[in-house]
Nanobody
Framework: QVELVESGGSSVQSGGSLTLSCVASRNTYGVYTMAWFRQAPGKEYEGVAA???????LFANIITGRFSVFQETHNATLYLKMVRLRPEDTARYYC????????????????????WGQGTQVTVSS
């Protein structure tokens, strides 16, 4: 098993930047497919980005190039860098992990992941 802890969420004005961190209890590189999800108040979970166990990236179409994912290969940390934030980005952001390989078309689906962190809140104001 793996424990995931997210951090870095805060309140920021529209147009600002924020970088979230996901610290795993073990090195996930070569072992887990990882992903970032978010849940806005009253809405369903939404896949944001995924990275396979060897570093291949996948972003949701709705992100439109504003978010980037960085993975530390020598420790157990995954980052989500967000720029030009908008009020509609307001949500609780979660880190998730699934052992092994996940087919590309399934990497942004909530049901593909077994392990989840508790989330970190991002609030973007106008």
């Amino acid at each position: 098993q793996v424990e995931l802890v997210e951090s870095g969420g805060s309140s920021v004005q529209s147009g600002g930047s924020l970088t979230l961190s996901c610290v795993a209890s073990r090195n996930t590189y070569g072992v887990y497919t990882m992903a970032w999800f978010r849940q806005a108040p009253g809405k369903e979970y939404e896949g944001v980005a995924a990275i396979d166990r060897y570093g291949e990236l996948l972003f949701a179409n709705i992100i439109t190039g504003r978010f980037s994912v960085f993975q530390e290969t020598h420790n157990a940390t995954l980052y989500l860098k967000m720029v030009r934030l908008r009020p509609e980005d307001t949500a609780r952001y979660y880190c998730a992990a699934q052992p092994g390989f996940v087919m590309q078309h399934l990497r942004l689906r909530r049901e593909s992941y077994t392990y989840w962190g508790q989330g970190t809140q991002v609030t973007v104001s106008s």
